[in-house]
């Protein structure tokens, strides 16, 4: 089974450019998220959609990040314009969905490999 | 906002000990996650524990959960090199702080 994709995987860019990562999760996964994982620190979520809708973005800094998953499937998160301290791992993740009696709730996350983001 | 705190943020250990880590958590969760990272690498999902009392073991790692007292607990035995890694509790989706581990031979 194919894990999650992402590119590019190194990415050095100067403040105030615009910077764009790909994602594409596991095939079947309805749940994808974004994360940002600053050195020496745990992963913070971004954003997390199921299928095409935004479930959580409250953490995401909506005056220069944005995120689209427009067909259920991949999806892009975008930086514009960067600061040097957006200089950080971004992370992707997909989850299955479960339906349980209790309610919705999401399995286990597999990662993706990372995109190194450096910002001069 | 959830919090999600690990201790120790690091831990030497020489080869054949055992040790404890330990996951507080500030909000009653369903299920707890841990994961591990290499350096330079991206992370790999070691358990999950989806309700009070669930042990689970894997080679030398054994988790356990304790829902009641927000507290999870990863445990080493007899560590071996193989084991330095960057382990990260989680719960939902919000990540501890993360325990860097090193085993000296």
């Known amino acids: 089974e194919a894990g999650v994709a992402q590119s590019p995987r190194y990415k050095i860019i100067e403040k105030r450019q615009s910077v764009a990562f790909w994602c594409n999760p596991i095939?079947?996964?309805?749940?994808l998220y974004w994360y940002q994982q600053i050195l020496g620190q745990g992963p913070k979520l971004l954003i997390q959609f199921q299928n095409n809708g935004v479930v959580d973005d409250s953490q995401l800094p909506k005056d220069r990040f944005s995120a689209e998953r427009l067909k259920g499937v991949d999806s892009t998160l975008k930086i514009q314009p960067a600061k040097l301290e957006d200089s950080a791992v971004y992370l992707c993740a997909s989850s299955l969905v479960l339906w349980t009696s209790g309610g919705i709730s999401t399995d286990t996350q597999y990662f993706g490999p990372g995109t190194r983001l450096t910002v001069l | 906002e959830l919090k999600v705190e690990q201790n120790p943020l690091f831990l030497s250990m020489q080869e054949g000990k055992n040790y404890t880590i330990y996951c507080n958590y500030s909000t009653t969760s369903d299920r707890l996650y841990w994961y591990r990272q290499d350096p330079g690498k991206s992370l790999e999902s070691l358990f999950v524990?989806?309700?009070?009392?669930a042990v689970k073991q894997e080679g030398r790692l054994m988790a356990s959960l304790d829902t009641k007292a927000r507290l999870s607990t990863l445990h080493i035995t007899a560590a071996v090199h193989d084991l330095s890694a960057t382990y990260f509790c989680?719960?939902?989706?919000?990540f501890g702080t993360g325990t860097s581990l090193t085993v000296i031979p």
């Open positions: 095939s079947g996964h309805a749940t």
């Open positions: 524990l989806l309700s009070n009392g």
């Open positions: 989680a719960v939902q989706f919000y």
